[in-house]
């Protein structure tokens, strides 16, 4: 391969404007093509090569994509370039179902020397790096239980965008960006064997789900809890864990300038010996503040060098997206009447 990666970027969303520009930064990498069908008025630019049918792009002179159309898409685009021997980098959720994730493995296996990598970009971010960290040495004990919340402020044109469309979103909340959260608990103490869930179309006039609550269990009795919510009225992530000398929290908050990076906190509170007055109220908090996000430079930056070394993807496998698919969709079948709702209406 030459010493510059050919990229080229099927869908130019947030997500893919937010690739396209780390590519543009990146001096291993060189962008040579872009391609959405559904934005034929992309300004053209010299540097790269516009294609409105992807499978254009996939033909050209690329040795990897970015793929980051709507999810109803993405299993297809991500067949497509394995089949012709391209690496891939398939943004969050890898479709609308198992299925889709089933298929996309399937094509991977086949595709030999590929590297095929999904953006679980929360287990990119330095705080979760470092929670991470700290479980894994022990330093606080086993983990007991875990909770976490993901919220979304909606806005005026919520029920109209791609997200809240059932046949190109596949559902609502939880598959969108609870997932991201799902996929930690899956990283911090593997897969549940026991879920409870409650899951509802709320608030907003749209045909996919709002708000998500689950209670999950697992066999060395490590509990968690999520509720993905939509009605939140503000963008952030919280993720509490507690374990048995201490707890860790991880808060992320929407930049105020609207840059679309989360700013998070990190906060560790080792556990106090003593009785329960001795040791109520103190203040042993140790709190870090990450105001910088540069979580999706390093997924980008583990992507090159699996590529460049010929090694698998260790953060982000299409096993972590068919594990993190299996549980968002055992959360929709365990309440039974929205199950039963969600059915009747394909």
């Known amino acids: 391969m030459q010493d510059k990666i ?11 404007m937010l690739r396209k520009t780390i590519v543009e930064n990146h001096p ?14 992309i300004p053209r ?14 033909d050209s002179d690329i040795d990897a994509v970015f793929v980051a159309p709507q999810n109803k898409y993405r299993p297809k685009v991500v067949i497509d370039a394995l089949e012709r021997g391209k690496h891939v980098f398939c943004e969050i959720p890898p479709g609308r179902t198992i299925k889709d994730i089933r298929e996309i493995i ?3 296996k086949k595709a030999k020397g590929c590297v095929l990598a999904f953006g679980f970009t929360r287990r990119f971010n330095r705080a979760v790096l470092n929670a991470e960290e700290l479980i894994k040495t022990g330093t606080y004990g086993r983990i007991l239980w875990m ?23 596949g559902g609502g909340i939880l598959l969108g960006e609870g997932i991201h959260l799902l996929d930690i608990f899956l990283l911090f103490a593997g897969n549940f064997t026991e879920v409870k869930s409650f899951v509802s179309t709320s608030f907003w006039n749209i045909p996919v789900e709002d708000n998500a609550f689950a209670l999950l269990r697992n066999t060395q009795n490590q509990i968690a809890t999520i509720h993905a919510s939509a009605t939140d009225w503000k963008n952030r992530y919280s993720l509490e864990i507690c ?28 556990r106090k010996s003593g009785d329960e007055k001795s040791i109520s109220g103190h203040n042993a908090e140790r709190a ?5 996000d540069t979580s999706w430079e390093r997924e980008v930056e ?8 010929g090694t698998k993807i260790q953060n982000g496998s299409s096993r972590d997206a068919l594990n993190a698919m299996k549980l968002v969709d055992r959360i929709y079948h365990m309440d039974t009447s929205w199950w039963h709702r969600w059915n009747s209406t394909r």
């Open 302 to 309: 583990a992507f090159i060098d699996c590529i460049r070394s």
């Open 6 to 16: 050919n990229i080229g970027i099927v869908g130019l969303g947030r997500k893919g």
């Open 243 to 270: 374990l048995e000398k201490g707890y860790i929290t991880i808060e992320g908050t929407l930049s105020p300038e609207g840059d679309n990076k989360y700013k998070e906190k990190l906060v560790i509170l080792p």
């Open 288 to 292: 870090t503040c990450f105001n910088t």
């Open 45 to 58: 630019q010299e540097q790269y090569r516009y294609y409105e049918d992807y499978r254009n792009l996939l």
């Open 28 to 41: 291993a990498l060189n962008l040579v093509a872009v391609s959405d069908a559904h934005r034929p008025n």
């Open 106 to 108: 399937t094509a991977e």
């Open 147 to 169: 909770k976490a919340v993901y919220g979304k402020s909606g806005g005026n044109y919520f029920e109209s965008i791609w997200q809240s469309n059932r046949e190109w979103a």
